[in-house]
């Protein structure tokens, strides 16, 4: 089956299409054949960040509901274009959505205890509009069954990376970094998995704050290199009580938005010291959280933060001699990872079988992803 998929994260950079040929059924095997990706149009990614955890109005979320889906479903086709792969050879996509609220843990709502995700983009437009089944809203289920609503990915991380005699970590910098442990000889309920704090969301804001949005990322981590770091301010990062608890957790703008960063910048810190800090304090969460967990024999990277070439060279230095690796080197492209791992879960969910993790994400149960639009 040829399964189309789709990612848009809490980076807010654009639409990644990865389109996918998996076979087998309990352990898939899978191929990407392409990737493209689509940045969000400049009005576009402002109005999503204005939804984001934030007040806004019911229709501005209605309009940009089916707004994006026409986007999906255009990102879509123009990947089967761009690649000359014949649309119609797309049996079924599978589309994350973009996440604008996420509160895996549950809080005290109208004297009921509620935890909830929301991700838009319609994906009946999506359906509509290529013709091609389309599984989205996976996160949901995870909820309901008591997990976390994240992270799904570990899944795919495990039947790409399991290895017999290593010990692995799968760490993806994305918005939000996350990591997934893979016990040498693991079978899939050893598999542990959760958010480790910001990737590149924090570090986004601060540059896009100093340049007043002409820029939206440290391209290279030039700005970081150049800069000084704040050991005061990344002391009291460090102790920020997420970093503390243990998994299942999951993060998102809700812990590492606006608010956080916008408390950063009334710090009085220069910008460029801002910046420095927030990727030593990404560098950090991450290597303490991994080491915590596990003794990594190989620690592969994924995300858009492997193009962070600072961050890099960082994590490789207090990495403890394990190689920092990236996923590339394991046939998955690091840019089309999550992409890929939608693909699989929809092909999961269109054959029945549960794709969730419970120790990833603590659900009482494994569970079918997704809601189907045909």
């Known amino acids: ?170 760490l993806n910098l994305g918005g939000i970094a996350n990591i997934t442990a893979i016990p040498a000889g693991a079978q899939l309920k050893d598999v542990l998995a959760f958010d480790t704090g910001p990737g590149n969301m924090v570090i986004d804001s601060l540059v896009a704050h100093m340049t007043e949005s002409r820029e939206t990322m440290d391209r290279d981590g030039r700005i970081a290199r150049g800069a000084k770091v704040h050991p005061g301010l990344l002391d009291s990062m460090i102790h920020d009580p997420y970093l503390a608890r243990l998994g299942p957790k999951t993060a998102g703008r809700e812990q590492f938005g606006q608010q956080f960063v916008s408390g950063l910048i009334a710090t009085g810190i220069a910008l460029p010291d801002l910046i420095a800090t927030a990727t030593e304090f990404t560098v950090y969460a991450a290597v303490y959280q991994i080491y915590r967990t596990i003794e990594p024999d190989d620690i592969i990277v994924s995300g858009g933060g492997i193009h962070n070439r600072w961050m890099m060279r960082r994590l490789r230095e207090e990495c403890r001699g394990a190689p920092v690796l990236s996923s590339a080197e394991f046939g998955v492209d690091p840019d089309a990872k999550e992409a890929l791992a939608f693909a699989v879960l929809a092909y999961q969910s269109w054959q029945h079988e549960p794709a969730n993790l419970p120790s990833a994400t603590g659900a009482r149960r494994p569970v079918v992803l997704g809601k189907r639009s045909y």
């Open 1 to 170: 089956m040829r399964v189309a998929g789709v990612m848009s994260g809490t980076s807010l950079d654009g639409i990644d299409v990865a389109l996918v040929d998996i076979t087998g059924r309990k352990s898939p095997r899978f191929e990407c054949v392409a990737f493209h990706s689509i940045p969000y149009p400049r009005n576009v990614r402002a109005a999503l960040l204005g939804v984001s955890n934030t007040m806004t109005h019911t229709a501005t979320i209605s309009r940009l509901n089916f707004l994006l889906g026409e986007l999906y479903a255009e990102a879509v086709i123009e990947t089967c274009r761009r690649k000359r792969i014949p649309l119609k050879s797309v049996d079924l996509i599978g589309m994350h959505g973009q996440t604008i609220y996420h509160e895996g843990e549950p809080a005290e709502y109208l004297g009921r205890q509620v935890s909830s995700t929301f991700q838009i983009g319609e994906s009946a437009v999506v359906a509509e509009r290529t013709g091609i089944p389309t599984i989205s809203n996976f996160r949901e289920r995870d909820v309901a069954a008591g997990g976390r609503g994240a992270p799904l990915v570990p899944y795919v991380d495990y039947v790409l990376l399991k290895h017999r005699s290593r010990n692995r970590v799968a």
